[in-house]
Protein backbone atom coordinates (compact mmCIF):
# COMPACT_ATOMS: atom_id res chain seq x y z
CA UNK A 1 0.00 0.00 0.00
CA UNK A 2 1.32 3.86 -0.17
CA UNK A 3 0.97 4.95 3.29
CA UNK A 4 1.78 8.70 4.21
CA UNK A 5 3.60 8.68 7.61
CA UNK A 6 3.77 12.20 9.35
CA UNK A 7 5.92 13.74 11.94
CA UNK A 8 5.23 16.13 14.28
CA UNK A 9 7.14 18.49 16.65
CA UNK A 10 6.84 15.72 19.77
CA UNK A 11 10.83 15.47 19.45
CA UNK A 12 11.56 12.73 22.48
CA UNK A 13 9.71 10.00 20.38
CA UNK A 14 11.96 10.29 17.58
CA UNK A 15 13.43 7.64 18.32
CA UNK A 16 10.93 5.10 18.77
CA UNK A 17 9.14 6.24 15.66
CA UNK A 18 11.17 5.87 12.98
CA UNK A 19 11.98 2.13 13.44
CA UNK A 20 8.07 2.03 12.76
CA UNK A 21 9.01 4.01 9.87
CA UNK A 22 11.50 1.14 8.36
CA UNK A 23 8.99 -1.53 9.83
CA UNK A 24 6.13 -0.40 7.04
CA UNK A 25 9.36 -0.50 4.39
CA UNK A 26 10.34 -3.50 5.29
CA UNK A 27 6.97 -4.98 4.92
CA UNK A 28 6.80 -3.57 1.40
CA UNK A 29 5.00 -0.59 1.68
CA UNK A 30 5.85 2.41 0.13
CA UNK A 31 5.47 5.00 2.36
CA UNK A 32 5.75 8.92 2.06
CA UNK A 33 6.99 10.78 5.04
CA UNK A 34 5.65 14.36 5.17
CA UNK A 35 7.69 16.68 8.24
CA UNK A 36 5.92 19.20 9.63
CA UNK A 37 7.27 22.90 9.45
CA UNK A 38 8.04 22.99 13.10
CA UNK A 39 10.20 20.05 12.10
CA UNK A 40 12.21 20.89 9.83
CA UNK A 41 12.93 23.77 11.62
CA UNK A 42 13.99 22.68 14.65
CA UNK A 43 17.29 21.62 16.52
CA UNK A 44 16.41 20.18 19.87
CA UNK A 45 18.60 18.18 22.62
CA UNK A 46 17.00 15.13 20.50
CA UNK A 47 18.93 15.62 17.77
CA UNK A 48 18.84 17.83 14.64
CA UNK A 49 16.44 18.44 12.28
CA UNK A 50 18.63 18.01 8.97
CA UNK A 51 19.71 14.48 10.16
CA UNK A 52 16.25 12.98 11.50
CA UNK A 53 15.19 14.12 7.85
CA UNK A 54 18.31 12.11 5.87
CA UNK A 55 17.15 9.46 8.11
CA UNK A 56 13.91 8.96 6.85
CA UNK A 57 14.25 10.14 3.32
CA UNK A 58 17.38 6.87 3.00
CA UNK A 59 14.94 4.77 4.77
CA UNK A 60 11.75 5.32 2.02
CA UNK A 61 13.37 6.04 -0.96
CA UNK A 62 10.72 9.27 -1.22
CA UNK A 63 11.77 12.78 -1.03
CA UNK A 64 9.82 14.40 2.08
CA UNK A 65 6.87 16.06 1.58
CA UNK A 66 7.30 19.53 3.48
CA UNK A 67 4.74 22.30 2.08
CA UNK A 68 1.25 22.95 2.08
CA UNK A 69 1.84 23.10 -1.84
CA UNK A 70 3.35 19.78 -2.07
CA UNK A 71 0.77 18.17 0.43
CA UNK A 72 -2.57 19.37 -1.45
CA UNK A 73 -2.05 16.79 -3.96
CA UNK A 74 -2.91 14.03 -1.71
CA UNK A 75 -6.27 14.85 -2.37
CA UNK A 76 -7.07 15.23 -5.77
CA UNK A 77 -4.48 12.69 -6.82
CA UNK A 78 -4.99 10.23 -3.76
CA UNK A 79 -1.66 8.67 -3.99
CA UNK A 80 -2.26 7.57 -0.11
CA UNK A 81 -4.02 4.78 0.81
CA UNK A 82 -3.84 6.08 4.25
CA UNK A 83 -2.03 8.82 6.94
CA UNK A 84 -0.68 8.07 9.66
CA UNK A 85 0.57 11.27 12.45
CA UNK A 86 3.32 9.98 14.96
CA UNK A 87 4.03 11.65 16.83
CA UNK A 88 0.49 13.55 16.73
CA UNK A 89 1.58 16.85 18.62
CA UNK A 90 -0.97 18.70 20.67
CA UNK A 91 -0.73 21.48 18.81
CA UNK A 92 -1.33 19.59 15.76
CA UNK A 93 -4.14 17.20 17.51
CA UNK A 94 -6.22 20.56 18.54
CA UNK A 95 -5.44 22.20 14.54
CA UNK A 96 -7.27 19.07 13.34
CA UNK A 97 -10.12 19.00 16.29
CA UNK A 98 -10.84 22.78 14.84
CA UNK A 99 -10.69 22.40 11.10
CA UNK A 100 -7.28 24.60 10.90
CA UNK A 101 -4.81 23.67 8.02
CA UNK A 102 -1.55 25.67 8.05
CA UNK A 103 1.02 23.21 8.13
CA UNK A 104 1.61 20.59 5.68
CA UNK A 105 0.75 17.82 7.91
CA UNK A 106 -2.74 19.33 8.70
CA UNK A 107 -3.37 19.71 4.69
CA UNK A 108 -2.23 16.45 4.14
CA UNK A 109 -4.90 14.77 7.07
CA UNK A 110 -7.48 17.05 5.49
CA UNK A 111 -6.70 15.20 2.03
CA UNK A 112 -6.42 11.67 3.30
CA UNK A 113 -10.14 12.79 5.19
CA UNK A 114 -11.40 14.45 1.78
CA UNK A 115 -11.01 11.12 0.43
CA UNK A 116 -12.64 8.73 3.27
CA UNK A 117 -9.15 6.94 3.77
CA UNK A 118 -7.76 6.23 7.24
CA UNK A 119 -6.31 8.44 9.21
CA UNK A 120 -4.17 7.13 12.16
CA UNK A 121 -3.10 9.63 15.22
CA UNK A 122 -0.22 8.68 17.57
CA UNK A 123 -0.52 11.19 20.20
CA UNK A 124 2.04 12.39 22.44
CA UNK A 125 1.84 15.36 24.37
CA UNK A 126 2.12 16.64 27.68
CA UNK A 127 -1.17 18.36 28.12
CA UNK A 128 -3.47 15.16 26.94
CA UNK A 129 -5.65 15.49 30.14
CA UNK A 130 -5.70 18.96 30.10
CA UNK A 131 -5.15 21.28 27.68
CA UNK A 132 -5.98 19.08 24.53
CA UNK A 133 -8.54 16.96 26.01
CA UNK A 134 -11.16 18.49 24.88
CA UNK A 135 -9.42 18.66 21.20
CA UNK A 136 -9.04 14.57 21.76
CA UNK A 137 -12.52 14.11 22.91
CA UNK A 138 -13.19 15.70 19.41
CA UNK A 139 -11.47 14.26 17.11
CA UNK A 140 -12.16 10.43 18.91
CA UNK A 141 -15.77 11.50 17.58
CA UNK A 142 -14.39 12.12 13.95
CA UNK A 143 -15.65 9.50 10.96
CA UNK A 144 -12.19 7.74 9.50
CA UNK A 145 -9.76 8.72 12.24
CA UNK A 146 -8.33 6.42 14.75
CA UNK A 147 -5.86 6.07 17.44
CA UNK A 148 -2.48 4.28 18.10
CA UNK A 149 -3.44 3.07 22.03
CA UNK A 150 -2.30 5.49 24.35
CA UNK A 151 -1.37 5.28 27.84
CA UNK A 152 -0.70 8.24 30.32
CA UNK A 153 3.12 7.76 30.17
CA UNK A 154 4.49 9.35 33.66
CA UNK A 155 1.29 10.21 35.81
CA UNK A 156 3.25 10.89 39.43
CA UNK A 157 5.39 13.31 37.64
CA UNK A 158 3.26 14.60 34.74
CA UNK A 159 -0.14 13.70 35.78
CA UNK A 160 -1.91 15.40 32.31
CA UNK A 161 0.69 13.77 29.60
CA UNK A 162 -0.47 10.98 27.04
CA UNK A 163 1.57 9.05 25.01
CA UNK A 164 0.84 6.41 22.26
CA UNK A 165 2.13 3.25 22.28
CA UNK A 166 4.52 3.44 18.78
CA UNK A 167 5.03 -0.29 18.88
CA UNK A 168 1.20 -0.39 17.99
CA UNK A 169 1.53 2.06 15.10
CA UNK A 170 1.45 -1.09 12.30
CA UNK A 171 -1.25 -3.39 14.18
CA UNK A 172 -3.20 0.30 14.01
CA UNK A 173 -3.11 0.54 10.57
CA UNK A 174 -3.76 -3.16 10.02
CA UNK A 175 -7.30 -2.72 11.47
CA UNK A 176 -7.89 0.62 10.52
CA UNK A 177 -7.67 -0.14 6.88
CA UNK A 178 -10.02 -2.77 7.81
CA UNK A 179 -12.15 -0.14 9.29
CA UNK A 180 -11.65 -0.92 13.09
CA UNK A 181 -10.20 0.63 15.81
CA UNK A 182 -7.28 -1.33 17.76
CA UNK A 183 -8.54 -2.44 20.87
CA UNK A 184 -7.69 -1.57 23.92
CA UNK A 185 -7.54 1.92 23.12
CA UNK A 186 -6.74 3.02 26.67
CA UNK A 187 -3.29 1.07 27.69
CA UNK A 188 -2.67 0.96 31.40
CA UNK A 189 -0.29 3.90 33.02
CA UNK A 190 3.16 4.16 33.91
CA UNK A 191 4.97 5.85 36.95
CA UNK A 192 8.83 5.39 36.75
CA UNK A 193 8.94 2.51 38.98
CA UNK A 194 7.49 0.38 36.35
CA UNK A 195 9.25 1.70 33.27
C1 LIG B 1 12.37 19.86 22.76
C2 LIG B 1 10.89 19.98 22.48
C3 LIG B 1 10.05 18.92 22.79
C4 LIG B 1 8.68 19.01 22.56
N1 LIG B 1 7.88 17.93 22.83
C5 LIG B 1 6.57 17.99 22.57
C6 LIG B 1 5.75 16.87 22.82
O1 LIG B 1 6.19 15.78 23.23
N2 LIG B 1 4.42 16.97 22.57
C7 LIG B 1 3.87 18.13 22.09
O2 LIG B 1 2.64 18.17 21.89
N3 LIG B 1 4.64 19.21 21.84
C8 LIG B 1 5.96 19.17 22.07
N4 LIG B 1 6.75 20.26 21.80
C9 LIG B 1 6.11 21.49 21.30
C10 LIG B 1 5.80 21.42 19.81
O3 LIG B 1 6.98 21.15 19.09
C11 LIG B 1 5.14 22.74 19.37
O4 LIG B 1 3.83 22.80 19.94
C12 LIG B 1 5.05 22.91 17.88
O5 LIG B 1 4.28 24.09 17.61
C13 LIG B 1 4.42 21.72 17.20
O6 LIG B 1 4.20 22.00 15.83
P1 LIG B 1 3.72 20.82 14.86
O7 LIG B 1 2.58 20.15 15.54
O8 LIG B 1 3.26 21.53 13.61
O9 LIG B 1 4.91 19.98 14.61
C14 LIG B 1 8.12 20.21 22.02
C15 LIG B 1 8.97 21.26 21.69
C16 LIG B 1 10.34 21.16 21.92
C17 LIG B 1 11.23 22.31 21.53
New binding site residues.
Given amino acids: MTVGFAL??????FDKVIPQVLDFVKKGHDVHVIV????QH?D???GKSIDFMERLKKITGNPLITSIREAEPIGPKNFLDCLIIA?C????LSKLANGITD?C?TMAAKATLRNKNPLILAI???DGLSGSARSLGTVLNYKNVYFVPFRQDEYMKKETSLVAEMTKIYDTFAAAINGQQLQPLLLEGKTAQTK
Fill in positions: TGSYCTSENVTTRFPTGNTTVSTN
